[in-house]
């Protein structure tokens, strides 16, 4: 594999006018670039031998010239279960494993199943893509690909939220271009039911729901939904969250879902979603963040789904520890104590919670990470679903897609979980990106075929991520600053040095490559100063001050924006937003050629109290536009002074920074700049 590998980077030089292999992504497991052989040229018809009658392959060459029976060029399918390529059981999940051979005359695809082949003509959707409308093409390749995890997900919180049906298939669309596989519809929640229940339609009243009143999908919406994915190769799992996160079935219903008329009605409730997803080979039923008392709870109604044949998926951990998950066919773990079942599917969630991410250094940890500790799938370690949660009250849907990081982490997702490996868990990893080396080259490369589709096929979707393997930076070890934030340290004094002696000690710089550098994890212990996921520092002590600076070369004078944020505010937190001039609750400011940027003025600043309902406006860089920066022709100095004085507003106290140079828009990267702590041009 590696030699072919090898081979199809060398060979890319040469087909730079086809030039789309290098921007597959996940990437192919095998690929070999045929460099002498004409492409295959699409927008003339072409026959089509497939006993599969996949649609996807049907509409993509419908859409790219169409299907003539009397075309000497011709598109095959050939069905082979037994390819000899990487794969292992999950149940009713299939195999994808597939080989591709294109020429100038013929496209062969030999699919292990029907599944199969819908991953080849997604390799082929994006093969073809970027092309002059006037001539179409696909280069002449030879592609071994399977996934190394059979579970590769996304989930979406509509009970807090809601998302459109428009919305729902645009995601399902563009995602699934990518090899995401699985839909988690999580429809119920506190705020609201989202699940249309003929039998009980107080659950959908208006009068049952406290956010985004009314809005709801009607089990023939559901199907459409089920539907469009199933042409896609996705798989949707809904979910009817049980025992917990409940209160819209309370308020609906009158009496709890631990009753026996409880019992009774979700008996009712499951078997309505089972017909509303005639598809849907798992249902989940939740199970989370409530103690269960009602006897056999979870055993009776997953007995219910079970009649109707399918599986059932819970969450794990469940707050009961006592409980057996003999009654579950799959656990979804979450937070650090989910830990994997023997014996059974487990899918990881733990730390792939987007409600909790910055933009920029958690994305990175996500990519460095391996699934599980696994560096391929087994029977236990089925893959990763990315989970999206909204306690906190967003504006539109377009702000849930764009402060969440929506598609730059679906897409991180859709590498790992394809392509496998991953040096080492975050719990171990961390957020660091390396400078140099192995894991930063196969980072840019991930991060160069991202913004390639970002400008292509996902233009038009709100994505905040630009180019950051090019931002470097020099941070101070942390100085002392007897609880004064304000108090001025050497740094802030000496200016930018590679080390300072200060009240008899000398504190130490490093580097570091990001435009999102953690200090401290938003992932730690709350009562002391270890964190779960590894940092820029190892411990991170209350009453301290770090400092990080870097020059930035402009060929010209020009205002640019740029991506600003010290504190990175949460999607289900209650964190409340800074005071009027003042970048965060901690004291961080930052200096432009020692002029200090303004802060923005804060939608929230007046508002000192906190709850679900309140609406996260403009505290984080995603929620506003980027902040005008004037740069002189040259060298200029970029300082940030970075306080950690949590002042107990915070229930998790992060301590981390993000700046990055973009257009004035903060679509993309400024271009032209270099990032250099020494000065030092490339």
Wanted: with cysteine; hydrophobic share 35%; charged share 25%.
């Amino acid at each position: 594999m590696k030699k072919s590998l090898l081979l199809a980077c060398g060979l890319l030089m040469y087909v730079l006018c086809y030039g789309k292999v290098e921007h597959l992504l996940p990437m192919p497991q095998q690929i070999m670039v045929h460099a002498k052989e004409k492409p295959f040229r699409l927008g003339k018809g072409v026959r089509l031998y497939d006993p599969t009658f996949t649609w996807l392959l049907q509409d993509f060459l419908e859409k790219h010239g169409g299907i003539d029976e009397k075309a000497s060029r011709v598109v095959s399918v050939r069905l082979k279960p037994t390819l000899g390529l990487f794969d292992y059981e999950v149940p009713r999940f299939p195999s994808e494993g597939y080989t591709l051979e294109v020429t100038s005359k013929r496209i062969e695809i030999q699919a292990s199943s029907y599944t199969a082949v819908i991953r080849a003509t997604q390799t082929l959707m994006q093969l073809a893509e970027g092309y002059g409308e006037d001539m179409p093409c696909i280069e002449s390749v030879s592609i071994v690909d399977f996934p190394a995890f059979k579970v590769r997900g996304w989930m979406q919180d509509v009970g807090r939220s809601f998302l459109s049906v428009d919305e729902l298939k645009r995601e399902i669309d563009l995602l699934s271009r990518f090899k995401l596989n699985v839909f988690h519809w999580h429809l119920t929640e506190n705020q609201a039911w989202r699940f249309e229940v003929k039998a009980f339609p107080q659950l959908t009243a208006d009068t049952s729901m406290v956010r985004l009143r009314g809005k709801y999908y009607t089990q023939a919406q559901c199907r459409e939904v089920e539907e469009y994915a199933a042409q896609r190769g996705v798989t949707v799992i809904p979910e009817i969250d049980m025992p917990g996160h409940s209160a819209a079935f309370r308020r609906a219903m009158g009496f709890d879902m631990q009753t026996d008329k409880g019992v009774a009605a979700l008996k009712v409730i499951l078997t309505e979603v089972m017909k509303a997803f005639p598809r849907a080979p798992y249902i989940h039923l939740g199970g989370d963040e409530v103690r269960i008392d009602y006897p056999d709870f979870l055993e009776t109604l997953a007995g219910v789904v079970r009649k109707d044949g399918r599986k059932v998926v819970t969450w794990n951990r469940l707050v009961n520890k006592e409980v057996s998950y003999e009654f579950a066919d799959m656990s979804q773990m979450w937070a650090t104590a989910g830990r994997k079942i023997d014996r059974m599917p487990n899918i990881d969630c733990r730390y792939a919670y987007t409600n909790h991410m910055d933009v920029y250094a958690d994305l990175v940890g996500i990519f460095k990470s391996n699934i599980y500790y696994e560096q391929q799938g087994n029977p236990e370690v089925a893959g990763t679903i990315l989970c999206t949660w909204n306690d906190r009250r967003l504006r539109s849907e377009d702000d849930i897609l764009r402060q969440n990081n929506f598609y730059a982490y679906s897409l991180v997702i859709a590498w790992r979980a394809w392509r496998g490996g991953g040096e080492q868990y975050v719990e171990d990893g961390g957020t660091m990106l390396p400078p140099k080396g192995k894991v930063f080259e196969e980072y840019c490369d991930w991060e160069r075929r991202f913004l390639y589709h970002k400008a292509n096929v996902l233009h038009d979707v709100p994505i905040p991520y630009v180019r950051q393997t090019n931002v470097h930076w020099r941070i101070t070890e942390a100085f002392p600053n007897s609880g004064d934030a304000a108090r001025q340290l050497p740094p802030e004094v000496l200016g930018p040095q590679k080390e300072y002696t200060f009240e008899g000690k000398t504190y130490h710089t490093a580097d570091a490559v990001g435009a999102g550098i953690y200090l401290r994890h938003t992932w730690a212990n709350p009562n002391s100063s270890r964190t779960f996921i590894p940092t820029f520092f190892k411990n991170a002590e209350p009453g301290t001050t770090a400092y990080a600076w870097t020059y930035v070369y402009s060929p010209v004078r020009q205002v640019l924006g740029a991506q600003v944020e010290f504190y990175n505010y949460g999607r289900s937190e209650r964190d409340v937003a800074p005071e009027a001039g003042r970048w965060d609750r901690y004291g961080s400011d930052v200096w432009v050629n020692d002029k200090r940027l303004t802060p923005p003025n804060w939608d929230n600043s007046d508002v000192h109290e906190v709850n679900s309902e309140t609406l996260l406006l403009n505290e984080n860089f995603t929620g506003r536009p980027p902040v005008q920066v004037e740069l002189k022709q040259g060298w200029n100095k970029v300082f940030l002074k970075l306080p950690f004085n949590p002042d107990g507003t915070q229930r998790l106290r992060k301590w981390m920074f993000t700046f990055v140079l973009t257009d004035l828009q903060g679509r993309n990267a400024a271009e032209g700049i270099v990032y250099s702590p020494d000065r030092l041009l490339p």
